[in-house]
């Protein structure tokens, strides 16, 4: 296996220079990986190794205070667990290793098993190992920016077909972009700004239309990319193109000012005849902003495709907006979601363009992925991948679907959200609230798969940020603290969590439950008595884990935010 950097600088300390940094516990995993029943990992041994790793550390930061013998990794700061493998037990993993401005020195390792790795602002040295390549369970993110890596960029990264957010910036690397990163067909987004890198730009569907922000500074990048110096292939087919514009430049200076003369003629005469709408779409475009959707998306394609917002193309109707369904010109099915204005978010255009920039950079397998949005005084909308099957609550409404949401789907579902917004609370840095989890903003695909969606109303949760003078939420889902305060915390995600629960047990909403005239124990009895009848009776490992979902949307629906778990812990409870 490959290290970050094998040499080690003469009169340098082991503690400064860690050559085994994650290596340690990557080989370990590996072991245990070939000694286990059928190739399985166990949570044990990666919890060993992991606390081998912090034990090599001469001054452990203090995201790893938490990482201690007596507790489960998965409740370990920086560590999230997956199950893995099919059937009712399954077993739990450490798929994603989270240790950003964790002050970390020393040499990198390479890792198996990982869905995301994110180590970026820290002190680490040496080259990038190939071996990285080989992760093949790596396919939400792999973050290495604002270090002090150096060497060429390994081709080994082109294996990564799954993966979704690659950053390498603001490091030492050298050297070409190799060719094999075209093979990264999922890749969102390529980030290797502020490096030492020369030569061509690699031709993909992605780095069409993109931003030079991804590749500049550098040494010489060049590349068919707007604000790049285009590449030529060779020293001669460069000086024959010198020649030949040297001998069409007084042509073309000629006919070039002909052209534009009669531009500008032709602009004066029809400048009163343009319709109030050209004007709003040739400014909106300018205004309008978008990531990782294989480059830009045209503005015009999205007013087009919904032709103008008319009601026909409506998917969903929400408090804060409309949800439309628009098929753009190269057939990819979107969701935009227009957003009512209120005066508050009017006067506040500058939060709301931050706030979009943080959240288009989520990248979870449960929440729906975020393209871009457009903030203009005419419009205001954000652009969704759109999900076949619709919403939680439109499900729970079908007969037919509410059968086929068996109970075994609607636990692993409640999995599925719990562990998204566990991540919004805890894996993103500044902590993002989503302020309306409801039934409506719970999609579903064909396989009854859920994601969360709709961040027209979320915060970023920031030092400096205590509330809001706007109430934010749906009614019948909003945590009760919210009637008579606007300080918005975590906890009112962990409430309408709860209501969500109760709502996916019952078949509907549980609006009768939650006015707190009987107790934890006879809701829950009266839970049980009506859940909904349209699945098959559950089994007996069902009816446990029903049972355990019971406890927990009651403990989330404690009037005191104090009460409630986080997040993170009503995910663990899920899971353990």
């Given amino acids: 296996m490959q290290t970050l950097g094998s040499k080690m600088p003469s009169g340098s300390t082991p503690s400064f220079y860690l050559c085994y940094l994650l290596l340690v516990s990557c080989l370990l995993l590996l072991e245990e990986a070939q000694a286990a029943p059928h190739g399985g990992i ?17 001054s452990p930061p203090v995201q790893m205070s938490s990482w201690q013998e007596n507790t489960t990794p998965c409740n370990w700061t920086g560590i999230m ?15 994603n290793i989270s240790l950003p401005d964790a002050g970390i020195h020393g040499q990198l390792g390479a890792c198996k098993k990982l869905q995301s790795l994110k180590i970026n602002n820290n002190n680490f040295i040496g080259s990038l190992p190939g071996a990285i390549g080989n992760l093949a369970g790596l396919q939400i993110m792999l973050d290495v920016s604002n270090n ?39 890749l969102s987004m390529l980030d290797v700004s502020y490096n030492d890198l020369e030569g061509p730009v690699p031709t993909t ?12 500074p550098n040494r010489d990048l060049c590349g068919n990319i707007s604000g790049m110096t285009p590449c030529y292939s060779t020293p001669v087919a460069s000086h024959h193109k010198r020649k030949i514009l040297g001998l069409l430049l007084p042509i073309l200076l000629v006919v070039g000012f002909s052209i534009v003369a009669a531009i500008v003629v032709i602009i004066m005469l029809n400048y009163n005849k343009r319709k109030p709408e050209d004007s709003v779409t040739a400014e909106g475009r300018d205004l309008f902003s978008v990531w990782n959707f294989d480059g830009r998306l045209a503005f015009d394609d999205i007013v087009r495709a919904t032709e103008d917002f008319d009601d026909m193309y409506i998917i969903g109707i929400g408090g804060y907006g409309k949800v439309y ?14 957003l009512h204005q209120t005066e508050e978010e009017l006067d506040d255009e500058r939060r709301f363009h931050s706030e979009m920039e943080i959240l288009s950079q989520i990248r979870h397998r449960s929440i729906v992925k975020m393209y871009g949005f457009c903030s203009h005084p005419a419009y205001k909308f954000i652009v969704y991948d759109y999900i076949q099957q619709g919403s939680l609550h439109g499900t729970l409404e079908n007969e037919e679907f509410a059968k086929e949401l068996d109970w075994q789907k609607r636990i692993a579902l409640t999995n599925d959200v719990a562990q998204a917004i566990s991540y919004l609370h805890h894996e993103c840095s500044p902590p993002i609230i989503h302020r309306d989890i409801t039934s409506n903003n719970i999609l579903l695909d064909t396989t009854f798969k859920a994601f969360v969606s709709d961040f027209g109303t979320a915060r970023i949760l920031k030092p400096d940020s205590s509330n809001w003078s706007a109430l ?57 008595d ?18 355990l979902l019971i406890k927990l949307a009651f403990s989330c629906l404690e009037s005191s935010p104090q009460a409630r778990p986080t997040m993170r812990q009503a995910y663990q409870t899920l899971i353990q």
């Fill in 42 to 58: 166990s949570l044990r041994s990666q919890h060993m190794a992991l606390l081998q790793w912090k034990a090599t550390l001469a």
């Fill in 81 to 95: 667990c997956t199950a893995v493998g099919h059937g009712r037990s399954m077993p739990w993993v450490v798929t």
């Fill in 148 to 186: 002090n890596l150096s060497d060429v960029l390994p081709q080994q990264l082109g294996k990564l077909e799954m993966l979704e957010f690659l950053n390498l910036s603001h490091n030492q690397f050298s050297g070409n972009i190799p060719s094999s990163y075209a093979s990264m067909v999922s």
């Fill in 205 to 216: 569907r992605l780095l069409q239309n993109v931003s030079a922000s991804w590749f500049l």
């Fill in 325 to 338: 369904k628009a098929q753009l010109q190269d057939g990819q099915l979107v969701a935009v979601k227009k």
């Fill in 472 to 528: 934010a939420g749906t009614y019948g889902y909003i945590a009760p603290e919210l009637s008579y305060t606007s300080v918005v915390t975590e906890k009112c995600d962990v409430y309408s969590f709860g209501v969500v629960v109760l709502e996916l047990l019952m078949g509907k909403h549980p609006r009768d439950l939650l006015d707190g005239s009987l107790s934890n124990g006879k809701q829950a009895m009266l839970v049980k």
């Fill in 530 to 547: 009506i859940l909904d009848q349209r699945p098959t009776t559950p089994t007996a490992t069902e009816e446990n884990s029903l049972a």
